[in-house]
């Protein structure tokens, strides 16, 4: 496993990234990359750390190292084992990096146990499992097309979407765009997937293929969303943008631009049921909410804690309506908490004497999550109110002297809480939750599992397919056998006689 300062070396590979017109050099030293690229080296010197290490890393089958969701998981105790070195790490960013490598990991430690769904490419995902696990890689991933008239079938978008446009003897070479590769410009390799392929027409299932591609491979290219980690070094200082100023995760659109893929880096190629199966056949889709939930769990437990100080700050903490609102906070906590604690105690087995995660509760988080975050959202608004803008423009005004003074007078908090603390905390806040940074947060979080309609759909399908529809209908059956027209079907209970009735109809 690298180290940090591995990791920040790997990412000065010659990648093509463009930002506001500009090919990037390099973007670890880049205003727009660089402190997010320092936030993720800290994932790497973690593993590395004595204190850090025994939480976050396991041996794996061949003697490496690695971090612990990088390897399939065999017992309730290693679910719990891989829950608990996620959320070490999530802490490192406080929940707001949310496709750190263990994002990923969901996917590469399912390769090892399921290498067999791969037809024809089983090496490959037997491979890359253990790739994954020695290196613990950053990969992003992209599975979504172009949002590009989408009312038209896929056949009449395919020059646009990625897709194999020849096949050589040691790969194919493949072009299109994929979205959205989250730090895609901090990986090292790019996951392509689709969601639902189908035939082109006339038996070209050129779409149907997935893959991975360095993110330094001749054609490809990054086309970067602007930077808040950019912005908000011109525009204030680490004290006024603390989170956009580190954690930002720059979404990017891939352009592959006639890249060549060797056959040792494809899972699938042509075969349209492999690639429409790998997201609920490989176990995915319980490993990645595993995460997912895992990491909204810590990131509820600095909100609560935000929420608290602020409160106690404007002296408002004893008031009964807000004691209500921080309650309500700390309960969404203990909610995604105890549904990543039943995803690991209650697992649904898998292949090759693997556990997963269970998809039942996951559907839970997917659903769920989405709706909260706006909701703590618009109770910090609430709660916390005017508080969050009628702040100093920036740090800078504290060190002028001509209007500290004012500052010290106005800005100031409840129980001896200086301007400064105060002010602090107001800016920790609101880039949480009202600068560009947390905009894009609360977009993130809303759809993070897919759009609203398909996790709810999702919740259905997988009661349907785990048979729990049926029990749920047998139960309400079980209920209507007690009873008919005649009356109690069962001599637990005593019927009504008829001349009781006729008294009560008269």
Known sequence: MMNGKEYLESLRDGRVVYLNGEKIDDVTTHPAYRNAARSVSQLYDALHDPEKAPILTTETEDGYSTHKFFKASTSVEELLGARDAMAEWTKLSYGFMGRTPDYKAAFTASLGPYADFYKGFEDNARRWYKKAQREVPFCNHTIINPQLDRDQPL?????????AVEEKDDGVIVSGAKMVGTSAALTHYNFVANYSPEDLGEGDKSHALIFFVPMNAPGLKIVSRQSYEEMATKLGTPFDYPLSSRFDENDAVIVL???????????????????????????????????????????????????????????????????ANIGEVISWRNMFWAISTAMATNPEKGANGCLLPNATYATAYRTFAPMVWPKIKQIFEQVVAGGLIQLPSS???????????????????????????????????????????????????????????????????????????????????????????????????????????????Y
């Open 257 to 323: 631009d006639n890249v060549f893929i060797p056959w040792e880096d494809i899972l699938t190629y042509n075969n349209v049921d492999i690639a429409n199966g790998f997201r609920p056949k490989t176990g995915w889709l319980n490993r990645y909410t595993f995460q997912g939930c895992t990491r909204f769990a810590v990131k509820l437990d600095f909100m609560a804690g935000l929420l608290l100080k602020a409160t106690e700050m404007a002296g408002t903490s004893k008031f009964r309506g807000v004691q």
């Open 155 to 163: 056949h009449k978008n395919k020059d646009v979407f990625v897709r």
């Open 395 to 505: 740090a800078k005004d504290f060190q002028n002297p001509e209007i500290r003074p004012y500052l010290d007078t106005y800005y100031k908090g409840s129980g001896g809480v200086t301007a400064e603390e105060r002010v602090k905390v107001m800016k920790l806040i609101w880039d949480a939750i009202g600068t560009e940074f947390g905009g894009r947060n609360e977009l993130y979080e809303i759809n993070y599992a897919g759009n609203h309609e398909a996790i709810r759909l999702d919740a259905l399908k997988f009661a349907d397919i785990s048979g729990q529809t049926d029990k749920y209908k047998d139960f309400v059956d079980q209920a209507l056998s007690d009873y008919d027209l005649s009356g109690w079907t069962s001599d637990k209970w005593i019927n009504p006689e008829k001349k009781e009735t006729e008294k009560a109809i």
